[in-house]
Nanobody, 111 residues
Framework: QVQLVESGGGLVQAGGSLRLSCAAS????????MGWYRRAPGKEREFVAI???????YYSESVKGRFTISGDDAKNTLYLQMDSLKARDTAIYYC?????WGQGTQVTVSS
């Protein structure tokens, strides 16, 4: 059974940092084409970042320069380093891989 489990969310002040993790089990995933999405209160789920092949990465304009996506294929884990957090980053963050989704982890940024 494939599972993606996010962790690392929490409450942080604006300007602070958090590191999210997404641990995959049930099959081997490559961090290439694994991504992060988020759903803010009252809004639709939106794209945050995706890890591509050969170390490439793509980010939404709203997080570019502040967030960094990375992966450790040996650990079957995807990460999202979030720096300079803003109140508007408050959301539930989900990881996705090949159509599988995790349950999400809450990130709350206080202003």
């Amino acid at each position: 059974q494939v599972q993606l489990v996010e962790s690392g969310g929490g409450l942080v002040q604006a300007g602070g940092s958090l590191r999210l993790s997404c641990a995959a089990s049930g099959r081997t995933f490559s961090s290439a084409n694994m991504g992060w999405y988020r759903r803010a209160p009252g809004k639709e789920r939106e794209f945050v970042a995706i890890s591509g092949y050969l170390g490439t990465a793509y980010y939404s304009e709203s997080v570019k320069g502040r967030f960094t996506i990375s992966g450790d294929d040996a650990k079957n884990t995807l990460y999202l380093q979030m720096d300079s957090l803003k109140a508007r980053d408050t959301a539930i963050y989900y990881c996705e891989a090949l159509g599988y989704w995790g349950q999400g982890t809450q990130v709350t940024v206080s202003s």
